[in-house]
C-alpha cells in the first residue's frame, strides 16, 4: 500500500474555494500529486454535518458524476494538473470565518484517504 504523507494530501485542496451558491456548497479539488484515481467517496464532512456520497456531486471535464456512482468499476481517471469541483447538496453547513473540512475518498492504491484541511467563508 502507497502512503501519501498529510502535506501533500492537504495540497489537493484549492484553498479559498468555499462558496455557497444555489446548487449547495462548492469547493475545488486539483491533483498536484500525478496521475490517479478516485474510485469512491466515502463522505465530505464540513464543520460538524457529514454529507454523504448520494448528496456529493463531482465535476470534472464537464462532467456531473454523483458521488455514489463512483466506485471501482466507475473510477474517475484524475489526471496530474486537472481540476474537479465537489458539489454538496442539501444542507447548511457553512459558518462565517473558518470552516473545518474533511474529505475521504477511495483509491485503489491507497485504499482511504482523508484530506482535512480548514478554508474561510465569509457570507
Known sequence: MVVVPDFLIKRVYQKGSLQK???GV???LKNILGPGVISGFNFVQ???VVFEPKDVK???NDEVLQGDVISESNPIAFRLGQSGKII???KDCLVNG???IVIEIVNP?????????EDNYNG
Open 26 to 28: 462548492i469547493l475545488v
Open 109 to 117: 492504491e491507497v485504499g482511504k484517504a482523508q484530506l482535512k484541511v
Open 58 to 60: 463531482f465535476v470534472y
Open 88 to 90: 454538496l447538496c442539501g
Open 98 to 100: 473558518v470552516n473545518k
Open 21 to 23: 451558491t444555489e446548487e
Open 46 to 48: 464540513i464543520n460538524d
